[in-house]
Structures are given as C-alpha cells and as structure tokens.
C-alpha cells in the first residue's frame, strides 16, 4: 500500500509540474496563451484529484479505489491519445505503475469497507 501511495504522489507531482511548466511556458504564440492557461488548469486539478486520493488511502476510505481506477485509466488514455512524446511517457509509465499496484491492493480497499 505504501508503494501505491507513493506511486500516487509521484502522479500529483508530475502533474502539478506539467501544469506549471504549461502555465509559464507552454507557448510562445499570442493565439494559444488562453488554451495553455486552460490545460494548466486542468493538470492542477489532476494533481488536486490525485492528492485526494492519496489523502482518501491514508485515511482508508472506500471510494479510494474507484476515483483510483477512473483517474489512472482517463490519464493513461488521454495521454495515449495526444502526440506522443517524453511527457507522455512518462505520464503513462508512472500511471500504469500505480494502476497495477491499485489493482493488487484491491483486497486492502475492500477490508476498508468493513472498518467503519
């Protein structure tokens, strides 16, 4: 569990530092700064959604695993549907990787359940 949660952390911060590096520097062309602004708001929100997640595994509540599941799988997609590149790899290397230890710690969420 404790490598998942890491493995989580790692996500909100690539996440957190994709969305900076968009916000700052994403584009030098005057027609795109808005659309970039937006993207960065959403790979905050990522961060945000995962951080949450990350907070929901210390304090083992249940609805961990789905938003879990819904996160990683909607992350690897996106990130498979785009140009792809090192970021992506990335992105889905790190989400991949969390995803399979979310998986194999399912028996661990279920047991959250039962302790309420």
């Avoid at 790692?10 to 005057?30: E, K, Q, R, Y």
């Avoid at 990522?46 to 990683?72: C, E, H, P, Q, S």
């Amino acid at each position: 569990m404790r490598v998942l949660q890491v493995l989580i952390l790692i996500n909100a911060a690539i996440w957190f530092v994709f969305g900076v590096l968009a916000l700052l520097g994403g584009t030098t062309n005057p027609d795109q700064v808005s659309i970039m602004r937006k993207l960065s708001l959403f790979m905050f929100g990522d961060a945000a959604i995962l951080l949450f997640i990350f907070i929901g595994t210390i304090k083992k509540k249940n609805w961990t695993y789905t938003a879990g599941l819904i996160v990683l799988v909607v992350n690897i997609v996106l990130s498979v549907t785009d140009e792809f590149g090192v970021a992506d790899f990335i992105v889905i290397f790190a989400s991949i990787a969390a995803l399979i230890m979310l998986l194999t710690n399912k028996p661990i969420f279920d047991s959250f359940k039962k302790t309420k």
